[in-house]
């Protein structure tokens, strides 16, 4: 009994310090949170079909021929028919205006060569008689010239662009122009009359007057419109090729035009009074003003329009 008691004694008490490397010591069970409840998601918006496109209107890129080819804000290259189109616009309307260009230059030249020639014969037969009347051929540029004789000045101006008019104007509606759409466009040169002293002296507000405008094709034609004087016995485009002596008859016609054309001095009432600036700018007070020249759809004329 005594020996059981001891027995019992000498047995070591377990405590929770004990440290058997052996032992497994329960984990410590982590306490559960609670999870926020997510908000259910919202369904995705359903889109609605496009609307059909109209028989008549679509959008994006289109062909030439108006149908689609691409929805709206596709990338898309251009249709080779429209590339066609810039081509032929290229090849037809613009070939034919450097075509026109070049014979309106030809033309003008040939106005400057018997302008000169006109002149030096003009010189040489009033000199015995009068060798103070001034006559002179002037070169000014590229697209103009004068011919000064006695107190006239004739300026000739070549214009650097091609002109086309409406259907109802002048040669448009003519069998020969509507036979071909290239002849639908012109090459033009103006002759204006003004007096020679308004250049002199540079009197700024001195008029000048259209005499003539000559109108020049594809085919080296050419349509003159202007004052009676520019006589022709036949102003049909189809019949009236350029030539020297169609521009030599042009430019003596327009010098006809101009020597008849003479100035009317102002009534007193138009000159009582004179500002400083026209007298400072060298302006005459009594300065006279050429009658100038009626045109068809104006009145009927002393000298009419030609066309």
């Known amino acids: 009994m005594k020996t059981t008691l001891m027995a019992k004694a000498a047995r070591p008490k377990p405590t929770a310090d004990a440290a058997d490397p052996e032992a497994k010591v329960p984990a410590t069970k982590p306490v559960a949170t609670k999870k926020p409840r997510k908000a259910p998601a919202t369904p995705p918006a359903v889109e609605a079909p496009p609307a059909p ?75 015995p008689l009068d060798s103070s009347v ?39 509606p003519t069998a020969y122009v509507e036979a071909d759409f290239r002849r639908r466009f ?26 003539g405008r000559l109108l020049v094709n594809i085919e080296n034609h050419y349509f003159l419109e202007g004052v009676q004087q520019l006589e022709l016995p036949d102003n049909d485009m189809s019949d009236n090729p350029v030539t020297e002596d169609a521009m030599k008859l042009f430019v003596e016609s327009a010098m006809i035009a101009a020597v008849n054309n003479d100035l009317i001095a102002p009534g007193l009432p138009e000159i009582q009074k004179i500002s400083v600036k026209q007298k400072l700018e060298n302006q005459q007070v009594s300065r006279g003003s050429k009658v100038g020249f009626s045109f068809y759809k104006e009145q009927k004329p002393q000298y009419d329009f030609w066309g």
């Open 53 to 127: 496109p109209a028989a008549t209107t679509h959008s994006g890129a289109t062909a030439t021929n108006n149908a689609p080819t691409a929805p709206a804000g596709s990338p898309i290259e251009a249709p080779a028919d429209r590339l066609d189109q810039i081509f032929d616009g290229l090849k037809q309307k613009s070939t034919a205006k450097q075509a026109i260009y070049r014979n309106t230059q030809n033309t003008f030249d040939c106005l400057r060569k018997v302008s000169q020639e006109l002149v030096v014969e003009l010189v040489r037969k009033i000199t």
């Open 134 to 172: 001034a006559i002179e051929y002037r070169p000014v540029n590229e697209m103009e010239f004068h011919i000064r004789f006695s107190g006239d000045l004739l300026v000739f101006i070549m214009h650097s662009n091609i002109v086309t008019f409406p259907d109802d104007y002048g040669p448009m």
């Open 186 to 211: 012109f090459g033009h040169i103006m002759a204006y009359n003004f007096m020679a002293d308004s250049i002199k002296y540079n009197r700024l507000n001195d008029p000048g007057y259209l005499v």
